[in-house]
């Protein structure tokens, strides 16, 4: 079943249930972007086009419109031209794609994975994105200086918290890179909130970010840097379990200094890790677990690949304006939350399994056959929180993850000469072991137990 008329095209495929009718029609009235009349192309169209045209990213919208009606055998639909497609979308405007986001994002279900010691994991981390190189984009964003002519592209900054047990994102902002990461963070302040730990790398470890995070009354543990130009958390009492008490920007801190060994069949490697967290009492979160859990943040990096990677495929974002550039990236954000959000009601009827096993790909690649076939549009009397997707995803669940290194190399050179030496390209099987270190005695001002 699929919308009546004109608004036949406008769907999602099995999607529609996640971000259905209802919603998209609030969005556009609370925006002023409801036509006045029903044209070829209904406001809730065009919407649905611009989530279907992140499923086929590399497809332009005039194919991407040929897929959404690909399944409306017997009904008559429109055949817009190129240009009639893009005057909707500037139409649509950026107001009911953002109010969507803003709907649609958060931890969904609170999974058990999800928590840890009673607080909701969250990560917080940058990335970039290319924006095709026209004039308009290049008023609003610039390009990377560099080695072999710099970027090429120019690039937006994208910044997010990700719940890391379920991946999905609980906001997200972005503008372009003359505005860093942590600028970015302050805008995020406002979706953080108590019963919440928040995992940051050592680009965060800033004492106004964190601040700001404390302000919120959400826990935060940071990555520090350990060299002269990181913060100086003097020892104000040793804990038992080899952490420390300290102040930073006056926030009380406790810091946890770890020397990690990665051990595989290709030798050894060592590196010391400096943790500060809000997180106090040393009984309910021992240091070796506070370490354990860092490892966590690595969750984010993972949501961006699936984003970069998985649905652009590497590909640059199409809109050659600044404002359909912000138009498409509430839709790419959109369309990962609604996938992201059905994987999530699949794996949660399956308590026994850890969502981080269900497949990104498989989930994408069954919403792009939904949408094709216009399957599941709108939901039957009887509720399937499974669905065609959550199926798929369940039958194809990836192994647990196994402890495995590999080294940071760049596989896809950009010459096409060998690179002088030998590149060792392959995964190993690691063993990991922690060892909590003592605080130096040169930073103790108060040696009290």
Request: proline share 5%; glycine share 8%.
């Amino acid at each position: 079943m699929v919308a009546k008329g004109r608004f036949a095209p406008g769907h999602l495929g099995e999607l529609t249930q996640v971000v259905p009718f209802e919603m998209v029609d609030e969005v556009l009235a609370e925006a002023g972007a409801v036509q006045s009349r029903v044209r070829h192309l209904p406001a809730r169209v065009v919407i649905y086009l611009l989530l279907a045209g992140c499923l086929f990213a590399d497809l332009g919208y005039r194919q991407v419109w040929q897929r959404m009606v690909a399944g409306l055998h017997g009904l008559e639909v429109a055949a817009p031209t190129a240009g009639a497609l893009t005057q909707a979308r500037r139409r649509a405007g950026v107001k009911p794609i953002r109010a969507l986001f803003d709907l649609l994002r958060g931890p969904a279900a609170a999974t058990r994975a999800a928590r840890w010691r009673g607080l909701l994991v969250c990560a917080i981390d940058g990335t970039t994105m290319s924006v095709p190189d026209s004039p308009a984009n290049l008023t609003a964003f610039t390009k990377h200086a560099g080695n072999n002519g710099g970027s090429g592209y120019p690039l937006l900054r994208l910044t997010a918290v990700v719940c890391c047990g379920t991946r999905t994102i609980i906001d997200a902002v972005f503008g372009p890179t003359s505005s860093g990461e942590t600028t970015h963070a302050d805008r995020l302040a406002r979706s953080l909130r108590a019963g919440m730990i928040v995992l940051a790398d050592r680009n965060f470890g800033a004492g106004k970010f964190l601040a700001a995070i404390a302000a919120t009354h959400a826990q935060i543990l940071v990555r520090v840097k350990t060299s002269s130009t990181g913060p100086k958390l003097p020892v104000l009492r040793r804990l038992p379990d080899g952490s420390y008490l300290s102040l930073w920007n006056g926030v009380q801190v406790r810091v946890v200094d770890a020397e990690i060994a990665i051990a595989t069949s290709a030798g050894r490697r060592t590196g010391v890790y400096r943790l500060a967290t809000t997180l106090l009492d040393y009984r309910r979160y021992p240091a070796f677990d506070v370490v354990k859990l860092y490892h966590e943040r690595w969750e984010i990096e993972t949501a961006y690949c699936e984003i970069k990677s998985s649905i652009l495929g590497g590909r640059v974002l199409r809109a050659r304006t600044p404002a359909g550039v912000t138009q498409e990236v509430y839709a790419l954000l959109v369309t990962y939350q609604a996938l992201r959000l059905a994987m999530a009601d699949a794996t949660d009827t399956r308590p026994d399994i850890d969502p981080d096993r269900a497949s990104f790909t498989i989930a994408l690649n069954a919403a792009r056959d939904q949408l094709v076939q216009a399957a599941g549009v709108i939901a039957d009397t009887t509720i399937d929180l499974i669905g065609g997707i959550g199926r798929l995803v369940l039958a194809n669940l990836m192994p647990d993850r196994r402890p495995r290194v590999s080294p940071r190399v760049v596989k896809r050179a950009i010459s096409k000469y060998n690179a002088k030496g030998t590149v060792n390209r392959r995964s190993y099987k690691a063993t990991l072991n922690i060892d909590i270190l003592a605080p130096p005695e040169s930073l103790t001002t108060d040696a009290a137990p």
